[in-house]
């Protein structure tokens, strides 16, 4: 994998995604539906995939992706804006009131490939996805930044992440893939 994410976006480009977060969350909080319309460049209509993540006051309040570039970013974004905030099963819906506190932050993902080694995992380049015994989490490259975490400690609560013990990202048949992601 390269030291960075090639992928980037014009700050107009970003400025039009969290418009399209902020005007989704809004017309579902007034009862229209929002239709996305059209992306406003072809970047934003490539297939990649995405997270948008809301906080109030540097608390977490929903975070909602899609792993998989299925669909183009654009579309993307406008559903996980929605099931974000009104749909992350840890939260109740966003309210209104609320609404007026959220800062949004939105994390466009790189596909994800097979680490080779989990020694070469970098704490603030690389999201990481665990699979082992049926089950998986995965967790943004900012998350551990945000903990002060070390290598272990990522990998570990990666695992937790899943509802698995800490080490089971050691067990033969476990699965990690690696992902790096242009986070704003």
Partial sequence: MPDTFQFSLTDDEKRALKD???HTIASHLSGADADPGDAPTQR????????VTLTIDGQLRGCIGHVIGDKPLWDT???MALQAAFNDP?????????FNAVTIEISILSPLTLCPDPDLIRVGTHGLL????????LLLPQ???EWGWDRLT???HTCNKAGLPPDAWTKPDA????FQAEVF
């Fill in 130 to 137: 665990i699979q082992h015994a049926g089950r998986s989490g």
């Fill in 175 to 178: 699965n990690i893939f690696w």
């Fill in 154 to 156: 990522f990998l570990q």
């Fill in 143 to 145: 998350v551990p930044v």
């Fill in 20 to 22: 399209l977060v902020h």
């Fill in 90 to 98: 840890r939260f109740p819906p966003l309210t209104t009131e609320e």
């Fill in 44 to 51: 934003l209509t490539e297939h990649l995939g995405a997270f």
């Fill in 77 to 79: 974004i406008h559903a």
